[in-house]
């Protein structure tokens, strides 16, 4: 099975506070992740990418433009997720 992490071990990787992270997650910026048995978010590598790409396109180009290039984005992110899958 594949790490997991939680959601403060995902503030401190990727430098971004909690609340921001809910408000992605809740704003549909980010997908949400999966919860384990408690109901607690647990985070994959996969996810921890995309919020990492989410940080660093609204630092270079603002929120209008991650929001315009978000589908965008998710449609690469799941093409590269299915070639992994495919090897």
Known sequence: MDKTF???EVVKIV???YRTLLRWEEEGIIRPPARD???E???TKEN?????KVKQL????GWK???KNLEKGRKLLHQ???KKEDK
């Open 65 to 67: 433009n991650v929001l």
């Open 37 to 39: 048995w408690k109901g």
């Open 58 to 61: 609204q630092g270079r180009q």
């Open 6 to 8: 939680s959601s403060g």
């Open 15 to 17: 430098g971004v506070s």
């Open 48 to 52: 921890i990418e995309e919020i990492k």
């Open 80 to 82: 590269k997720q299915k």
């Open 41 to 43: 978010r647990r985070y």
